[in-house]
């Protein structure tokens, strides 16, 4: 998967995908993430992005020329699946939309700022808007690097069996069941006996019952589509 990153600060997006499971996915050649600065496609000599608003009102916002500039240049090498543009009014990022986007092969990410972007670049260029929560953040960049963090550890072959997405919390809109390791007895607190028995059939059915239980107290939202059996 190819996942370009269109910024006005792409400084703040410099490692986020340098480490853990996002460098492996990259060094296997199983994700592929390029960050462009808007700025390069700026039509004037100050590397102007953003203008005030039409009809007044506090706060700047991203001009088209630039931002449509960018995303005909890059889509010149490949036509991207989606184009999504990261704002606090798109639709929630949740864990079946990751595993949709984990399908695409191209995406093009569009990081908001000020205001946010020129309606005309959103109704003739974006093909989906997400947001990941109900709280504002200065940027769409860190944002971005959730997104990408999300889908990418998603990819088939990214994850291996130790890291494996299917026992996520979400993955079966259950919350993942409570973990362990050594040592066994640690100032007196115990690891739960069936984790000890060897016996899987009963671990299983241990760590599903301790998942359904967590989500009931934690996350009862979930349980209407989860499955508790
Ligand atoms: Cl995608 N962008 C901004 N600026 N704020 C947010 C967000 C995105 N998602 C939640 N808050």
Same mark, same amino acid.
């Given at each position: ?48 992005? +953003? ?34 543009? !990261? ?5 929630? !990022? ?73 026992? +996520?919390?979400?993955?079966?809109? !259950? ?19 069936? !984790? ?30 989860? +499955?508790?059996?």
């Amino acid at each position: 998967m190819h996942i370009h990153i269109l910024s006005a600060v792409p400084e703040l997006l410099e490692s986020p995908f340098s480490h853990s499971i996002m460098k492996r996915a990259q060094d296997k050649g199983l994700l592929h993430v390029e960050v462009h600065n808007l700025r390069k496609w700026s039509l004037n000599k100050y590397k102007q992005i +953003d203008d005030y608003q039409f009809g007044g009102g506090a706060g700047m916002v991203m001009m088209c020329e630039p931002l449509v500039n960018a995303i005909e240049t890059l889509q010149k090498d490949a036509p991207f699946d989606e184009i999504i543009f !990261l704002t606090p009014d798109g639709d929630t !990022l949740d864990q079946p939309m990751a595993n949709q986007l984990s399908l695409k092969k191209n995406l093009l990410i569009i990081c908001g700022h000020y205001k946010g972007i020129d309606q005309r670049v959103r109704d003739q260029f974006v093909t989906k808007e997400i947001s990941i929560g109900d709280y504002v953040l200065s940027g769409g960049e860190l944002a971005a690097a959730v997104l990408v963090d999300a889908v990418g550890r998603l990819i088939p072959g990214v994850l291996n069996n130790e890291t494996s997405a299917l026992t +996520d919390s979400f993955q079966d809109k !259950l919350l993942a069941p409570p973990v362990y390791t050594r040592p066994v007895d640690f100032r007196g607190w115990k690891v739960p006996d069936v !984790l000890l028995s060897g016996n899987h059939r009963l671990i299983d059915d241990w760590r599903h019952q301790q998942s359904v239980e967590r989500t009931k107290k934690l996350r009862p939202d979930l349980l209407s589509g989860a +499955d508790l059996m």
